[in-house]
């Protein structure tokens, strides 16, 4: 559950990008977390969704074991990456079944009437 506070801070302009000493930013630990509503929230505030942390990992690799924050992350242009082999099953089938979607309109159904309106 996202917070009224958490809410109201996301829908500001993103400031720049800030992470830790290891360069794991919001995005990344909401996507490890699982929390797909923060991660969204993030990403309509102007997240950077391609960054990396220090070791060269993004959001995609940090949540790659929870579905519904890899299709979020896919649907707002995340490069798909090589999979661990330990990732749940459902997230390695959902992305080799869509692995040639290579535009956001591939992904309507996951994205927001307002960012599908700005799609089109």
């Known amino acids: 559950m996202v917070t009224p506070t958490a809410r109201a801070s996301c829908s500001r302009p993103a400031p720049a ?20 509503e923060c991660t969204r929230l993030l990403i309509e505030a102007g ?23 890899v299709q979020l992350l896919c649907a707002y ?7 661990d082999p330990k990732v749940p099953a459902d997230c390695r089938a959902w992305v080799l079944e869509t692995s040639r979607w290579s535009t956001p309109l591939h992904h ?13």
Request: glycine share 12%; proline share 6%.
């Open 17 to 36: 990008p800030f992470a830790n000493s290891d360069g794991l930013t919001a995005l990344m630990r909401a996507s490890v977390s699982g929390h797909a």
């Open 47 to 69: 997240t950077d969704v391609p960054a990396t942390d220090t070791a060269g990992g993004t959001a995609f690799f940090w949540g790659s074991g929870r579905l519904a924050v």
């Open 77 to 83: 242009g995340a490069q798909r990456e090589t999979l």
């Open 108 to 120: 309507l159904e996951l994205l927001p009437p307002a960012r599908v309106r700005q799609l089109l």
